[in-house]
DNA sequence: TATTAAACGAGACGGTACGTCCTGTCTTGGT
DNA sequence: ACCAAGACAGGACGTACCGTCTCGTTTAATA
């Protein structure tokens, strides 16, 4: 056994509590944005009383940072890998798709206004934003190994090159995040990474 | 004369009132971040009044944003150019000298928060995010003029692998945003241009 | 001098706001009574403001005392006195009447809970619970004067003797505050007033 | 019979409970007043739960009141009796003596605010602060049946006038609660009782 | 001696109200 | 006409208690 019941007294929380809660919050945010969450509004629209949500949330950040990890799809390196390219391109575009919603816009902005020491944003952080890199450094690390590419030299700048811009696309919003961008995306990447200490 | 009076009655707007809140939004996100930031303090610290300040911007982010404007350094392209990968180098050293700092961190934070689509955060998103990256754009037709590269396709996508890491690193945290990243990121790019269609 | 106005500026205090926050003091005093009262339901009703409730007054206990305060009858002695008798009399059933009556428990409550040492509760007790005797006082002064009775010796006892039953038997309740109370109390005033330092 | 033991299973009420609950909220009477009191409070200096404070009184007033009345003295006619003034003077200035403290203060706090009609309320009424007034109705038989004094018209009223001037100065505050005011009170009721239909 | 059921402490629950802060508007008197 | 000062209605903040409700844990009469 691992973890030692650590004397259970008193009534438990509530999990409908908390899923109440958690529901309501992402309606507001698909509704009307982070700007307008508040502890206020959520405990209005879930029934659930205030000292309750504070008691689950430090604040309308960490509550928003929550409802939106909840049922978040799990970006994640494809098993079959037909090749570097393929496998990326799968890969990216699922991310755009994924952010290129509301949802995706209150996430950059949860994120990028959320206390950035905080326990929670590092969760969140790693969980939504960083997840898809992760998957990419996997994604290179079997090309490598498959001998399709050299081991590259500053992975971690590499991987910012191929993830940063769906980021940045989504928030500073020069130009669409679309499949088009997704492909133009990969295919520089793909001739970054095989171009390597090149001719 | 200057200023084609359409009238010219009453008392006329004071710039001192106009610079005095600047400096107070300034100074309070320098200290206490946008977070922090609001037309009561502003008004407090400055002694400028909140309909005056409300006259002069719409709100507090607008304030915000034009405070992080005032004075800000202009990203420019060198004009003398011994090459691609120094001038890049310079410029990209220039823009992380910048960013890395509370203020860059308020900037960042700002554009995230701001109303995409209010006429204000246009104009800061392209005077201050973007004009690196269109510094950079000029570089690379230079560099394309010169020879030195071929005309890269997809130069929007190339843009933003080059300047998106920046502003992500600052906002997603996860890795520094130091000399060595900028050293490594040129290097990067300007593998990225010349390797373009591969060996 | 005396009172120069301090530099007068700014926006000066509604005066309807203060009416009107009186106002739905008082109507939920009388309908729900003290204990029901509170800054949130005030403001509610009255449309006015929290914060300018609480420019006004400190607590819900003073917003009340100073609800009851507002048109309060003057408590006074009757100018034409046709004898000690019937000048208690009259106003012994003045107030009598006046405290037997939703106002009179509610006004009994708020002065039992206030805090004893603020300055509105000092003004609330002399305008409305001291100001009865204060006016016996002087009937008692006059039939002195009038050699209708014989200066009492303790008069802030006798003053005492003849209003705090009526008081007492408000908050104590014990026995009905009525006009036969009223009758039997003058009564007795009377034969202590006139029975001093016995036969 | 009416209603023996109904079943008498499982644990019994603990005694020890009520006395912790009760000296806790004495305690907190003392130190803070009736105001600070609370079912939280009380809990949590006492160590026992909020729902076994519930299941012993109704509210925290009710709480309050159960503090006050535990090892209150009893305000008893004395037995041997000199003589009316005698007897009247040791028995005001006992209860005198008992309100001119914290607790006094306290007592008279909780019966002003008490819900009126409640069951403890008027245990508590009759208890604490209509025991002197009965026993003072037993002194003054006694003073009717050994010749002293002729029946008093208005027994109920006179005995207002006597009692209720110590509640009165204990509340309203205007005047000192102290011996000068005791025997000042003992001496004009003796008068008032003496010179019934005087000459 | 074992069973069993009520009362226990602990503590989360949905609520209400608190008193503070800030918003954006409006209304003064002063420059 | 614009200023500073500052009051206004509104609304969210985070906290304190309310009185209720589960929990797992005593505790003592009963079986």
Request: proline share 5%; net charge positive; glycine share 8%.
């Amino acid at each position: 056994m691992s973890q030692d019941s650590p004397k259970l007294r008193g009534r438990p929380p509530s999990k409908t509590a908390r899923r109440k809660a958690l529901a309501a919050a992402y309606e507001i945010l698909m509704q009307d944005g982070l700007g307008r969450i508040s502890i206020e509004a959520v405990a209005a629209r879930s029934g659930v009383g205030k000292p309750t949500i504070y008691r689950n949330w430090a604040n309308a950040s960490e509550l928003a940072m929550a409802a939106l990890m909840e049922g978040h799809p799990e970006i994640a390196a494809a098993k079959k890998q037909s090749g570097l390219g393929d496998a990326l391109m799968r890969q990216i575009k699922d991310i755009v798709q994924v952010f290129a919603t509301t949802r995706g816009r209150q996430i950059a902005l949860a994120l990028a206004s959320a206390d950035p020491d905080s326990e929670m944003t590092r969760a969140f952080r790693n969980r939504i934003i960083l997840s898809g890199r992760e998957a990419g450094r996997q994604l290179l690390d079997a090309a490598v190994q498959r001998g399709e590419i050299q081991t590259p030299s500053d992975i971690e700048v590499v991987l910012d090159m191929i993830y940063a811009p769906i980021f940045y696309r989504l928030l500073v919003g020069h130009r669409p995040l679309d499949v088009g961008f997704a492909e133009a995306l990969v295919e520089k990447a793909v001739e970054l990474l095989k171009c390597q200490s090149g001719p």
